[in-house]
T-cell receptor, first 110, second 114 residues
Framework: GEDVEQSLFLSVREGDSSVINCTYTDSSSTYLYWYKQEPGAGLQLLTYIFSNMDMKQDQRLTVLLNKKDKHLSLRIADTQTGDSAIYFCAETNAGNMLTFGGGTRLMVKP | DGGITQSPKYLFRKEGQNVTLSCEQNLNHDAMYWYRQDPGQGLRLIYYSQIVNDFQKGDIAEGYSVSREKKESFPLTVTSAQKNPTAFYLC?????????????FGDGTRLSIL
């Protein structure tokens, strides 16, 4: 079955770049997503990338996809304290069912 | 304002009791989903519905039931058969269940056992 793995925790200083990594196993994945979850809240869609793309940039966010290695990353430039949250990657195949990673908790130190 | 509304925000269940979590969307989305989130874990799919009057079991449907009588509403009932119901429940919707349109989430309901 599908499996999505993320590291549990990342700590960065305010103003630095953050890179959150994700690996997945389903080679038929069509879209890959990044969601942000603040404490006690639902998931906010940040960005997503189609599997035939290598990179997508949206303001401070850059998504890199290495389809050969099944590796996805989210880079947040100029990380701010408001970026502190849990970040989930998720992949979907033709059935539009999402498979989520366990989430990476990003802590931004002032 | 278009969006997904879950209620209540917090819910307490007594032993042997069924409780129903509400999810309403005004996005005109065909597909709706229920997920369960346990501490420190990702989301697991309970049930989903791609169209009114139709729904399918997800990965962890045992002890839960749903209905989809209206396009905008997808209530989830946590039955007494669910022995470990304490979790954060998230509802989502997407334009349809087929074309890989992103899922958008509500703010969740936290269910606890009294």
């Amino acid at each position: 079955g599908e499996d999505v793995e993320q590291s549990l925790f990342l700590s960065v200083r305010e103003g630095d770049s953050s890179v959150i990594n994700c690996t997945y196993t389903d080679s038929s994945s069509t879209y890959l997503y990044w969601y942000k979850q603040e404490p006690g809240a639902g998931l906010q869609l940040l960005t997503y990338i189609f599997s035939n793309m290598d990179m997508k940039q949206d303001q401070r966010l850059t998504v890199l996809l290495n389809k050969k290695d099944k590796h996805l990353s989210l880079r947040i430039a100029d990380t701010q304290t408001g970026d502190s949250a849990i970040y989930f990657c998720a992949e979907t195949n033709a059935g539009n069912m999402l498979t989520f990673g366990g989430g990476t908790r990003l802590m931004v130190k002032p | 304002d278009g969006g997904i509304t879950q209620s209540p925000k917090y819910l307490f269940r007594k032993e042997g009791q069924n409780v129903t979590l509400s999810c309403e969307q005004n996005l005109n989305h065909d597909a709706m989903y229920w997920y369960r989130q346990d501490p420190g874990q990702g989301l697991r799919l309970i049930y989903y519905s791609q169209i009114v009057n139709d729904f399918q079991k997800g990965d962890i449907a045992e002890g839960y039931s749903v209905s989809r009588e209206k396009k905008e509403s997808f209530p989830l009932t946590v039955t007494s058969a669910q022995k470990n119901p304490t979790a954060f429940y998230l509802c989502a919707s997407s334009i349809d269940g087929l074309s890989n349109q992103p899922q958008h989430f509500g703010d969740g309901t936290r269910l606890s056992i009294l």
